[in-house]
């Protein structure tokens, strides 16, 4: 603070009431002098003028030390916010360039521009154009498939259904095994529900498709398979048949001499197969291989159920899907690479904030000691008011103690 101010200070601060005396006294000696002579009023209010004028040009010093105090810190103030703005500036534009790198390089990388996002826009476009052609087709129905979930549990069930009924046809050849058998009969019953499986879809190709030649090659398929899968079914109920008769009348253990014993002496492989194809199915084996006929043509009308009637519609509409998927989820993943991105220049640049109201510390003090020097100058402008409302009062105070006693004729003018 400057020296002239800081004892102009004291002056004002260091008023006590040896000062106040000291004033009152002035004013005893100022109506002593006085007597009946004058107006005693006009001479307090000079007294008063003084003091106030006095008074006020110590308090315009007081704003003009204090004026260039704070002009002074304040410049400091401004130069040091300005630095660190700079600075904050500078850390702000080197992660936003940074991060605005890293996004151009994914965007050609990843991007409209990659060779793998136009790889996947192609892909979906042609399988757009695919299934529009089918949607043509088929007159822009829905597609109609039902079951789909269920579809291979169903034929699954099927099969394990079969396979133990099955078993005993095999077990001519291989009863002492029982694994062997079973496998070979879960190998039949899973090959008759894919005939079921093809023979359902035949169907539906002879019932819906829109050319003859091509109607026609289903029903051959068709006729064909199913014609497979019943002479399949009686082939193994005629064994089935075998075996259950051959079991009433062998003795001991069984195996495959015993089958050739009881169809005849000196039989072959060969003439084993003949004799089962001479076979007449009557009784438990009869009801079995209806049983078997029946989940064969249920496999056939499940698949049926299962499909849609064009042939392409389903796979069309998979492949859309799946182009959609991959193309979307392409685009998804790239996009939450650019959002991870800003979401880590935005910590860093909050991060930077925050450090910035750290290193706002060294401003601080400069902010606190302006508030400092306001608060002083308005304070020692009060102390000011107050000394010169004080000393008035002591000096008035001196004055009318020090006057004679008024008379009648009046003050002399």
């Known amino acids: 603070m400057d020296q002239k101010l800081s004892e102009l200070l004291k002056t004002y601060t260091g008023y006590s009431q040896l000062n106040e005396q000291a004033d009152v006294e002035r004013g005893r000696t100022a109506g002593g002098e006085l007597g009946q002579a004058a107006y005693p009023e006009r001479v307090l209010e ?6 106030r004028a006095l008074g006020d040009a110590d308090k315009s010093m007081i704003q003009v030390k204090m004026a260039e105090a704070l002009a002074e810190l304040k410049e400091t103030l401004s130069r040091k916010t300005e630095q660190l703005a700079r600075g904050v500036m500078e850390a702000q534009s080197a992660i936003q360039r940074d991060t605005t790198a890293r996004i ?203 499909h849609d009637p064009h042939r392409d519609y389903e796979s069309v509409s998979r492949r859309l899907a799946a182009a959609d998927n991959d193309f979307v989820r392409y685009r998804q993943s790239a996009a939450t690479e650019i959002a991870v991105l800003r979401e880590q220049a935005n910590e860093q640049l909050a991060r930077l904030d925050g450090t910035s109201e750290l290193e706002t510390g060294g401003t601080e003090d400069l902010r606190s000691k302006i508030a400092q020097l306001m608060a002083m100058q308005t304070h020692f402008l009060g102390v000011v008011d107050g000394v010169v409302g004080r000393r008035t009062m002591a000096f008035r105070q001196g004055f009318y103690t020090s006057l004679p006693p008024p008379t009648l004729e009046g003050p002399t003018r």
């Open 46 to 51: 000079a007294e008063e003028g003084k003091l």
């Open 104 to 306: 151009d390089a994914l965007n050609i990388d990843r991007g409209e521009g990659s060779p793998r996002y136009e790889q996947l826009r192609d892909a979906r476009r042609e399988a757009q154009e695919a299934y529009n052609e089918v949607y043509v087709a088929v007159r822009r129905r829905p597609l109609r498939t039902r079951i789909v979930h269920l579809y291979l549990p169903i034929l699954g069930g099927f099969t394990l259904l079969e396979s133990p009924l099955n078993a005993l046809a095999f077990a001519t050849f291989f009863e002492t095994d029982y694994w062997i058998t079973l496998a070979l009969a879960f190998l039949i019953a899973s090959l008759l529900m894919f005939f079921a499986h093809l023979t359902g879809l035949s169907v539906l190709h002879v019932l819906n498709d829109r050319q003859l030649k091509t109607r026609i090659v289903y029903l051959v398929v068709g006729l064909g398979l199913s014609a497979l899968g019943i002479f399949l079914i009686y082939t193994v109920s005629e064994l089935r048949e075998l075996y259950l008769q051959v079991k009433e009348v062998a003795e001991g253990n069984f195996d495959i001499s015993t089958i050739v014993h009881s169809v005849g002496p000196a039989v072959d492989i060969a003439d084993l197969f003949a004799s089962v194809l001479d076979f007449k199915l009557d009784g438990v084996g009869l009801i079995l291989a209806t049983f078997n006929l029946a989940i064969f043509l249920s496999g056939i009308m499940l698949s049926a159920i299962r």
